[in-house]
Structures are given as structure tokens and as C-alpha cells.
């Protein structure tokens, strides 16, 4: 799990950090997964048999992994107020409220390795582990060539609106222009006039029309093949952007996406992209995204994690089931380390420490979990990689 091109010597596992009360205590090895009944139990139920196949799998010794489960936040916190924080580290909790709750008992010595997906919770010690679209957007964005263009096209609901939030400031940190972007309806209403407006529907159209008239007034052999060809198109092919972004998932991008190329987006000119939500095999086979890429890593990292999983539990792995697999080796050696409180917290710390997982190796950057990924592409029911 830690990368070999960093060595203890680099960690400078001794150094303070002001803004916490850190203790040279061991950290205990009974850790505590947090989860509250309710939203997202089918998640929760899958985290907890993947970290159990972790232990098994990954020889964890000596260390005991205890499941709670809470019916409230109060519960939650009567639990953490009554435990013995002191080097104690919990996986979880899983969501933004119930984080906040935990940032209270920091200053007892506890370290959180929370799901939660808002990067402001982040910080001291809470520890967040999750896919994140910064992560990805800027993997993506980063990899594309100088004076690229990108028209962007979102759903107007929560995680629509939150990438048009982030995009700017990630744009700005590389060399590639967003030109156009455009907005749809959750339930699709406005979908088809979206595109249009996007892509410059009716104006390419006109000059499409335009162009035919033109032609038709003329005689001359070129003119008139030219015609014959021009006859075959919508729309003409002059796009004022290269790359078209699709910031949604789930069975509306399956409606969305045929909805690009039938209004002359045309996928063989224009590089569809996406974020990691793209990595589904749902999409591998959807026509209209054949050539479509997004960030992440190939499946065969995960493959033999996915089979095992299958096999014993007898339930179809969740995508997001690596994030506790991953935690796991994080755990494993801390463990074979021995470290202290201070020590983990310097390791943690430090940016420069990359793990390797089967999501690729990853570090921690003001306590979010950043991964380095690669850029895939689809093609035939398959993403590889092409970076």
C-alpha cells in the first residue's frame, strides 16, 4: 500500500502541527466504523463486508474492526462523548452533519476517516475519503492539450449545479477555455432545446440551408457534388468548441446522450467528456459515447476485488465499494508501523506520501483524499487508458 519511492526518512514523523492537541499515544487497534440507520443502508451494508473481506484479505493482524450502528446523531454523540477517544480511530461518519458532529472530539485524541462528500467539512482531524469531482476535473481538464474548447452542458439539480460551481477555478489552473455552457431540467423538459442552443442548432442549420441554396443556382460539375454531399447533413460541421463536457450519470445521460449526435454534435469530431461517474459499464456500450473519456483507472486494477466480493457475498459490487478497501491498507500500516498519535497525523499530513490502491495511488491534501488518475476512453463496451 505506501509507495516505495518515499522511505520513513521523508515523513519526518516527529514534526507538530499547531492547530492540534497531539499526544505520543498508540493508537488503539479496535477501530470503530460509524453508521446511522436510514439514507444510503444498502451503501453502508456493502462498506461493512468489504472491510471485512479487507482484514481477511489483506492479513490484517492484531486489529479488530467494531460496526455501530446509530438510530440518531444524539445517539452518535453519546456514544463518542462515553468512548475513550485517545488515539482512537473511527471509519465513518458517512454523512456531512454527523461530521461536523465528530470535529468535537478532536481535541480528545480521535481521528475520523469520514465519507462525507463536502470538502469544507475537511480538516484537523477529520479526514475525507470519497470520489471528488476537483479531483477528477482537474485530472481530466489538465490532460488536454493548450486552447482547448470546452462546452459545458449540466442537469439543474444538485450535483449539476455543484460542477458549474467548481469549474471555473479548475479551468483556471489549466491552459484549456470554457466557450459555451448550458443547463437542463432534471426531468428533461428542455433537454432537446439545450443541445440546440449549445451546439448552435438552428444557426449551423441555416447556414446549411444557406450554403444548399447557393449551390443550387449553379451548373458546374464541383458545385453540383458538392451539393449531393451537403444534402446528406443537418447541419454544417462548424463548431466553435472541440470538446463537449456532460456533467451527469445514471439512466438520464443514457437519455441524454443519443439526444448530442442527433442534433449534430457529432461525437466523431467533438471529444464527449465526463466525469468519474462515467467509469459504469452501463455507458461502455451506449453508441453515442463510443470515444468518450473520463477520468479514472482500468477496471482490471479492481478486478480481482470485484470477483472475490461477488463470489462470497453473493451481491453485485457497488463502484464505490474501493474508497473502505482502500482505507483498510492505510490501516494495515499504520498498524505495522506502531505508530502514535503524532506520528499518524505527520503521515496523513504530508502530501508527498502516496498509497497505492486499486483506485491507483492516492495521498491527502488538506484532508480531502486525492488520487493521481488516468484518462480512459471508451471504446466497444471497454475503457482503457490512453494517457
Known amino acids: 500500500m505506501f509507495n516505495k519511492k518515499y522511505n520513513e526518512q521523508d515523513i519526518n514523523l516527529n514534526d507538530k502541527k499547531e492547530t492540534r492537541k497531539e499526544k505520543k499515544v498508540k493508537i488503539k487497534r479496535t477501530i470503530t466504523a460509524l453508521f446511522l440507520k436510514g439514507d444510503k443502508d444498502k451503501i453502508k451494508k456493502q462498506f461493512v463486508n468489504v472491510l471485512e473481506y479487507a482484514v481477511n484479505n489483506k492479513n490484517l493482524k492484531n486489529i479488530s474492526i467494531q460496526i455501530k450502528y446509530f438510530d440518531s446523531q444524539s445517539r452518535l454523540d453519546e456514544f463518542l462523548s462515553a468512548a475513550d477517544n485517545n488515539g482512537k480511530i473511527y471509519i ?3 454523512s456531512d452533519a454527523d461530521t461536523i458532529k465528530a470535529k468535537n472530539y478532536c481535541s480528545k485524541g480521535a481521528i475520523f476517516f469520514s465519507f462525507s462528500s463536502n470538502i469544507k467539512i475537511a480538516g484537523n482531524c477529520i479526514y475525507l475519503i470519497n470520489f471528488f469531482p476537483e479531483n477528477e476535473l482537474r485530472a481530466l481538464l489538465m490532460s488536454q492539450k493548450k486552447n482547448s474548447k470546452i462546452a459545458f452542458l449540466y442537469p439543474e439539480n444538485e450535483y449539476g449545479y455543484y460542477i458549474n460551481n467548481i469549474i471555473d477555478n479548475i479551468v483556471n489552473e489549466t491552459e484549456v477555455i470554457i466557450v459555451n455552457r448550458s443547463s437542463y431540467k432534471e426531468d428533461l423538459l428542455n433537454v432537446r ?33 458538392r451539393l449531393l454531399k451537403l444534402k446528406k447533413f443537418k447541419t454544417v460541421s462548424d463548431y466553435d468548441f472541440t470538446h463537449l463536457l456532460i456533467a451527469d450519470y445514471g439512466l438520464r445521460l443514457l437519455e441524454v446522450a443519443p439526444l448530442l449526435p442527433y442534433y449534430d454534435i457529432d461525437p466523431n469530431i467533438i471529444t464527449f467528456m465526463g466525469t468519474g461517474v462515467l467509469d459504469d459499464e452501463n455507458f461502455f456500450h451506449e ?7 473520463f477520468p479514472g483507472i482500468e477496471i482490471q486494477n479492481r478486478s480481482k476485488l470485484i470477483q472475490d466480493y461477488e463470489a462470497i457475498y453473493e451481491d453485485k459490487f457497488m463502484r464505490v465499494s474501493t474508497i473502505p478497501y482502500d482505507l483498510a491498507g492505510i490501516l494495515n500500516y499504520i498498524f505495522q508501523k506502531d505508530l502514535n498519535l503524532d506520528q499518524l497525523y505527520k503521515l496523513l499530513d504530508n502530501s508527498n506520501i502516496k498509497f497505492e490502491g486499486v483506485d491507483g495511488s492516492f495521498y491527502f491534501k488538506n484532508n480531502v483524499i486525492e488520487r493521481d488518475l488516468d484518462i480512459l476512453k471508451i471504446n466497444k463496451g471497454v475503457a482503457k487508458k490512453i494517457n
Open 193 to 225: 432545446d439545450s443541445i440546440k442552443e449549445l451546439g448552435k442548432y438552428e444557426l449551423r442549420k441555416y447556414e446549411l440551408e444557406r450554403q444548399i441554396q447557393i449551390l443550387s443556382n449553379k451548373s458546374d460539375n464541383n458545385s453540383k457534388q
Open 287 to 293: 453508441p453515442s459515447l463510443q470515444g468518450a473519456i
Open 92 to 94: 465513518g461518519p458517512f
